[in-house]
């Protein structure tokens, strides 16, 4: 699996948009960008993943870079409850397996 | 649809002592794992299994034993508990057909004294 490498952490204003980078210059071509967050002592939770195509959902954005070496999650409108440790991850289409590393820690700020 | 059902959520062993920690889930998914959490850092994998009667280790497997009669459920057992088990658990699990994320319990707080 590719190995990400997220910034420790991240400062964010309530009602702002947060970017979150991402770099995974070794992914391979069958290799998925996955987004999990995990709200303190939570059990991580599913935000988006993707290929190659930017996606959106209810959650957030998902920005990949034409190369795929890069992505970027965007929470549009950050409120105070997505204050969590985020990771990046990613995942070969055949397997099944996560591996964490130390994600991003965001801090929304009334 | 009560998602991924971790118990207990709190527990305190012995060192040397036996338990095993639950993980039931109503989504019919195939693929069923547990993770550890470590103060500061990140997941890793115990062991994993994709569907009933399948199981397979993964990073750190030692003083686990799993087991996976139906689809359901995946209990974790810790053989003889030792204090480097304290630890976060968290089950999660997936539909293998398709590629979407998974959904993890809340976890069972571990402490061997």
């Known amino acids: 699996d590719a190995k990400t490498t997220q910034p420790p952490s991240m400062d964010c204003a309530e009602g702002r948009a947060a970017n979150l980078p991402c770099n995974h210059s070794t992914i391979s071509g069958n290799e998925y960008v996955y987004w999990y967050r995990q709200i303190h002592s939570q059990g991580p939770q599913y935000i988006i993943h993707?290929?190659?195509n930017n996606e959106t959902n209810e959650m957030a954005s998902l920005i990949i870079t034409e190369d795929r070496k890069s992505s970027t999650l965007i929470l549009p409108h950050a409120t105070l409850r997505d204050t969590a440790v985020y990771y990046c991850?990613?995942?070969?289409?055949?397997?099944?397996?996560?591996?964490f590393g130390a994600g991003t820690t965001v801090t929304v700020r009334a | 649809n009560a998602g991924v059902t971790q118990t207990p959520k709190f527990q305190v062993l012995k060192t040397g002592q036996s338990m095993t920690l639950q993980c039931a889930q109503d989504m019919n998914h195939e693929y069923m794992s547990w993770y550890r959490q470590d103060p500061g850092m990140g997941l890793r994998l115990i062991h994993y299994?994709?569907?009933?009667?399948?199981?397979d280790q993964g990073e750190v497997p030692n003083g686990y034993n799993v087991s996976r009669s139906t689809t359901e459920d995946f209990p974790l057992r810790l053989l003889s508990a030792a204090p480097s088990q304290t630890s976060v658990y968290f089950c999660?699990?997936?539909?293998?057909?398709?590629?979407?994320?998974?959904?993890f319990g809340s976890g069972t707080r571990l402490t061997v004294v």
């Open positions: 299994s994709v569907g009933a009667g399948i199981t």
């Open positions: 999660a699990t997936r539909v293998t057909a398709t590629t979407d994320g998974y959904t």
């Open positions: 993707g290929l190659k």
């Open positions: 991850i990613g995942v070969r289409s055949n397997d099944y397996k996560l591996s």
